[in-house]
């Protein structure tokens, strides 16, 4: 496996040019974050990254976490590294200095956060899920839970998990059966929940479970859903930790990646009932759970990126080492490395270009969701949340489908020392696959945009965006350095989007479900292509800029350039070529009945 080396230099140009960095540190709360600290900050992030969790992603995976005698162990060096992390502050990044975090934007936190996730996938997933986790806390918790968990969440010392997924229930979380019966101040929790992402292990003090029950008389279905804290130790009244909760790790799952990540079956209440506290109000679960939900699916998109960059760099590192065959050109006698060969380097380019696209559309998003917390004008804020509304699905599907393609290509220039574990290429793929499922599965994204997140505010903000593409297209036809071609291509895309929105929104209103929801996942992914290439294009646009400028980085803007016009030429055009699958309806999809769809 190939050392994992930061994007510091792409990070910065996204930030500056897609998140508007300079406009963030304008926010409220922001005004001290200069470009030296952010500098500063990517730059010993990706540091601890290459240097702290990339060494152990190999061994990690060889030897996973393992479950003894009710305790989980992580893989070797992994509870070190999680201390260091802590002491670091990289837990912290984005949260409230009132309860011991760092204040910085969202967008920066975002960089951080693929650098970790790049280089150690299954050490990410804890402190993504505490982050989720301290989100759930800020907005639902009461002012004591808040003084009780938040200082020790944030700074990583205690760590925290989703708890919603049950053996019978899966995807229908409305089916759960985990009780809650109240006990004076709080509340006894019996269940078992499966899928939980570290739900057990030792690495830090404490673990904060978020869990959904039901209280004695609560409806069925998802309206009778609460949610509740219920900590590993509980803690005293001073803060210091008392005994442990009645609830325990069973079984760790048997996974295709994410092998050092331990996914424990949990089981609360064998004995008197575990302790749980209620957060929020009752029957208010699945509202608080959704908190934590939307921020772990970009976390979760992100990851896809992440994922997606690992595997570029290591196909890339191979491609330039590993000779075979002569040029098909003929201009030279002797074999070179497979770099040189078109078809590899079409392979290459397509994971570059499709990787920026998708960070791109990670910390855009992030950026307005930096926005809608801060800006001091409500509309502003309003709208920025609407556009982080409409793109949480997207990021988290399209981003993640992306990992899983980007891996696969990857596999695929290694040829067949891909297949072969000890070149690691197989290990970004497996790791990757879990990503379109986590957080819900990417057709309940699509299911989610469309039937809910298109229609928000009567559909304003798809509407806005597609009005800031077909600006950006103007702004391409002034262009040089081929862009006006790059403009040609996005506005058709745009053009083909806007049609397939016009239908959606139609037939979503029309009440014919079949219809848009057999359409919703390749408009998820039209989205994403067009989206993306929207940014693409306002990247090549900045690096235009810059050039007529003077910067002397010009070999890094002169690729941005032409990784934007091969999205432009190569990735965008699969836009069109979804207008009719989204349109098409869903008759051929129950043409068949299930009794005759065997061969």
Not at 237 to 264: F, M, Q
Not at 319 to 338: F, L, N, T, W, Y
Not at 419 to 442: C, K, L, S, V, W
Request: aromatic share 6%; hydrophobic share 40%; proline share 4%.
């Amino acid at each position: 496996m190939s050392d994992y080396v930061a994007p510091v230099r792409e990070m910065r140009f996204v930030l500056d040019e897609i998140a508007s960095l300079e406009a963030l540190t304008g926010l409220p709360g922001y005004e001290d974050v200069a470009a030296d600290l952010v500098d500063a900050i990517l730059g010993e992030a990706g540091k601890f990254a290459a240097n702290e969790l990339a060494p152990m992603n190999r061994s990690g995976d060889l030897s996973g976490s393992r479950l003894e005698n009710g305790v989980v162990y992580a893989p070797e060096g992994f509870k070190e590294a999680y201390s260091k992390f802590v002491e670091a502050g990289w837990c912290s990044v984005a949260f409230d200095p009132e309860y011991g975090g760092q204040g910085l934007p969202r967008a920066v936190s975002t960089a951080v956060s693929e650098m970790v996730a790049a280089s150690n996938l299954s050490f990410s997933l804890c402190p993504m899920l505490t982050h989720g986790a301290v989100d759930l806390l800020i907005h639902h918790g009461t002012e004591a839970q808040k003084q009780t968990y938040l200082a020790k969440m944030i700074s990583g010392e205690w760590s925290g998990t989703m708890n919603m997924t049950e053996p019978h229930a899966g995807s229908d979380v409305g089916a759960l059966k985990t009780r809650a019966v109240p006990e004076g101040d709080h509340y006894r929790i019996t269940g078992t929940k499966i899928f939980i992402t570290w739900g057990e292990h030792e690495m830090a003090d404490n673990i904060i479970h978020m869990v959904l029950a039901r209280t004695p008389d609560a409806p069925p279905g998802s309206k009778g859903i609460s949610c509740f804290i219920v900590p590993k130790y509980l803690v005293n009244a001073d803060g210091s930790l008392g005994e442990r909760n009645d609830l325990r790790c069973v079984s760790l799952e048997h996974k295709l990646g994410i092998n050092a990540s331990p996914t424990a079956v949990m089981s609360f209440g064998d004995s008197e009932g575990a302790i749980g506290y209620l957060i929020g109000e009752e029957y208010d679960g699945m509202h608080c759970m959704f908190t934590m939900m939307n921020m772990a699916r970009l976390d979760v998109g992100l990851e896809g990126i992440a994922i997606a960059d690992r595997a570029y760099q290591q196909a890339l590192s191979y491609a330039r080492e590993r000779v075979q065959g002569r040029p098909v050109d003929g201009s030279r006698k002797d074999a070179v490395p497979i770099i040189q060969h078109p078809d590899v380097r079409h392979m290459l380019m397509t994971m570059k270009a499709t990787t920026e696209a998708a960070r791109a559309l990670a910390y855009f998003t992030a950026a307005h969701l930096d926005i809608a917390e801060r800006h001091s004008e409500e509309g502003q804020r309003r709208k920025s949340q609407g556009l982080v509304e409409l793109l949480t699905p997207v990021v988290k599907a399209w981003a993640t489908d992306i990992g899983v393609e980007m891996a696969s290509i990857g596999v695929q220039v290694h040829g067949g020392m891909g297949f072969i574990e000890e070149t690691g290429a197989a290990q970004h793929y497996r790791d990757a696959r879990i990503t379109p499922i986590y957080e819900g599965t990417n057709g309940i994204q699509a299911l989610d945009l469309v039937g809910r997140k298109l229609t928000y505010d009567d559909g304003v903000h798809v509407r806005r965006l597609l009005d800031d593409m077909r600006a950006t297209v103007g702004d391409l036809g002034s262009g040089s350095n081929g862009t006006s071609d790059l403009g040609d291509r996005l506005a058709a895309a745009v053009e083909d989007l806007a049609a397939a929105t016009d239908w959606m929104i139609e037939t979503r209103g029309a009440g014919a479900a079949n219809d848009w929801a057999g359409g919703a996942t390749d408009y998820l992914r039209m989205l994403g292509v067009t989206t993306g290439g929207y940014l693409m294009a306002r990247a090549a646009l900045a690096a235009e800029r810059r050039l007529a400028d003077g910067s002397s980085d010009r070999e890094f803007l002169s690729a941005k350039i032409a990784t934007a016009r091969f999205y432009g030429d190569h990735v965008l055009p699969r836009a069109g070529a979804l207008l009719g699958p989204v349109t098409r309806g869903a008759e051929l999809l129950f043409a068949i009945e299930p009794e005759h769809m065997a061969n």
